[in-house]
């Protein structure tokens, strides 16, 4: 038992030596990276989507898009306007980690981009323990999966500095209570910064756009 | 590199073992052993809720309700009726494993008890590695997830027997294709038994309970 233990801190220490490279990296870059986080079908591909969509002429973005298997996410982005998309399939793996995007990372042109997102494996539970290099994680939650997910899965949100409540043009069609899911979110993590939105219905976005932008203005403005 | 795999082979091969002796022991008293395994918030929760309700009295139902943290869930089947909930709070595991199963089984009274539904951890990746001695795992997603979820997390829909696609009241209100996401499970896995429910507003659910109706027959009729 105690062997296992051993391996294990030696991987997450190899991982996070990783990480830390690519946040220099992309830090000497002054590229926002988010690294975004949920269940699987919460809506992470929806909202770069619509991020791609509206700031693509305005910002600079990279994404790069993990899953087990397919490059659906990534052919989705690429249609929907991303120029600079690159899939990691992981071939099994539950989560992205930092080797996998130094990896990607290196085939990709970062000249000039102002943010990277990071799409990692819809999984609540595993991406949480590894650190990808990036500023923060984003974790979105839709209205259909339960008020209670923060405190089911208390990591993911405790480690993530923004929450993402989609699908809230389906409030009221289940038992979903979103003031009660925000007390869940902010008993396990009191500095959440929380948007309410529906990428399908295009509300509460504009929030959301305003947002990164300031990310942006704000690491530009670093000497 | 090499270490790593070993020790990880060393640790699925006691799982294996400890799976096989459960499978033993639930066959030799005729208990049908379900791993409802699914995202979290797709239903699985709510799936056994309603059975407790509708086949409390028709059958002896004992469940095993696993989570990272809290027994949100154990407490939610307690109060539909189950009179044999054991939860198990992994603590950050992202999947259940067979000692977790052994240790609950311990502890549990199984005399007379016709269905055991063992309630995993929401993860649509890590789960479907562990064996848990079930008869069969039961995979779950609902109609807000994303169609395309069974090409994109394979190795659950192969490696499970019986397909839920829930929240079917919710069908038209996003771009979910029930008939894509049928053909997408059946791609992975052409021999899925499906069934198309809605918890909430209990349809589609005869069927289901039909099916665990036979699953008991068979068992005890088994010599």
Known sequence: MSKKITVEKKVLSENDRLAADIRKKLEKQKIVTLNLVSSPGSGKTSLLERTLKELGNKFNMALIAGDVQTENDADRLKRAGGKNVRPVITGGACHLDA???????????????????????????CPSSYDLGEDMKVVLMSTTEGDDKPLKYPSMFRRSSVLIINKIDLLGLSNFDIKQAEKNARTINADLKVFEISCLKETGLEAWYDWLGNQVTSKKGKK
Chains 1, 2 share one sequence.
């Open 99 to 125: 080797r996998m995007v130094t990896r990607a990372l290196d085939e990709m042109n970062l000249k000039g981009v102002d943010i990277l997102f990071i799409e990692n494996v819809g999984n609540l539970v």
